[in-house]
């Protein structure tokens, strides 16, 4: 409270001390007059506080759109994504041709008759020569694969900047119900997929729990126990 509002609010009680049991009408309308002048500075104040807070909501919409714009989601979805599932679908096609064409000329080594040393020498140099033309689908790969990365690298620059600006926090419970479907078959039949280097169970552990204790046979073990028994 402003010392002009107290100001006001002490001549308020002083004259009600004064005219207690003779109050006029005009009493009444100066006791209006002394509460309005008290209220002024208080809604004065109060329009200035709503002002300045309609401002600032003002303002974090105007920052929202423009990281928003920034974030360019539509070039995201309509062309960097797109290209980059493109991209992966001819790795996986371009993987698979390469390696039917490796098994065949394999399967083609091992059929044949190797009675005649030339003839069979000559089929060994042709599906070798053929193996290793399959085998430069790897260079393209890369190339392919160095693109989708880069596509995730700027997907993750820019939702980065945007989330830092907007200051987000991760919330729980958010999740589609196709995406906890596939998180809990994930986590009831440990589908975790390829390991990275240094990521996965070793091999001394496998012995390890293949081995049992001593060598002894042990009763059957659920999948879970030996998870278990794996990460104590």
């Known amino acids: 409270m402003t010392s002009g509002n107290a100001q006001h609010f002490e001549t308020?009680?002083?004259?009600?001390?004064?005219?207690?049991?003779?109050v006029t009408f005009g009493d009444i309308i100066r006791l209006a007059e002394i509460s309005a002048e008290s209220l002024q500075g208080f809604f004065r104040s109060m329009d200035w506080t709503?002002?300045?807070?309609?401002?600032?909501?003002?303002?974090?919409?105007e920052t929202m759109k423009k990281e928003m714009g920034a974030l360019r989601a539509n070039e995201l979805k309509e062309n960097r994504i797109?290209?980059?599932?493109?991209?992966?679908?001819?790795?996986?096609?371009a993987t698979?041709?390469?390696?039917?064409?490796?098994?065949?000329?394999?399967?083609?080594?091992?059929?044949?008759?190797a009675?005649?040393?030339?003839?069979?020498?000559?089929?060994?140099?042709?599906k070798m020569l053929v193996i290793f033309e399959a085998c430069s689908f790897q260079d393209l790969t890369g190339q392919r694969i160095a693109k989708v990365v880069e596509t995730l690298?700027?997907?993750?620059?820019?939702?980065?900047?945007?989330?830092?600006?907007?200051?987000?926090?991760?919330?729980?419970?958010?999740?589609?119900?196709?995406?906890?479907?596939?998180?809990e078959r994930?986590?009831?039949?440990l589908l975790n997929g390829p390991q990275l280097a240094g990521h996965g169970i070793d091999q001394s552990s496998v012995d390890t729990l293949l081995?049992?204790?001593?060598?002894?046979?042990?009763?059957?073990?659920?999948p879970q126990d030996e998870v278990d028994a794996l990460f104590p």
Do not use: W
Not at 83 to 93: D, K, N, R, W
Not at 115 to 126: G, Q
Not at 186 to 189: A, I, N, V
């Open 211 to 222: 081995a049992g204790s001593g060598g002894k046979t042990q009763a059957a073990k659920s």
């Open 153 to 183: 690298q700027h997907i993750e620059e820019r939702v980065a900047r945007f989330a830092s600006v907007m200051q987000a926090k991760d919330l729980d419970g958010f999740m589609s119900d196709t995406e906890r479907s596939r998180d």
């Open 96 to 113: 698979e041709t390469a390696s039917n064409t490796i098994m065949e000329c394999a399967e083609a080594l091992m059929a044949a008759n």
């Open 186 to 189: 994930r986590q009831r039949l």
């Open 115 to 126: 009675k005649d040393p030339a003839a069979y020498k000559a089929l060994v140099e042709e």
């Open 12 to 22: 308020l009680i002083g004259f009600l001390k004064e005219k207690r049991e003779n």
């Open 50 to 61: 709503v002002y300045r807070e309609l401002r600032e909501i003002a303002g974090y919409i």
């Open 82 to 93: 797109p290209a980059a599932g493109l991209e992966l679908s001819a790795i996986v096609q």
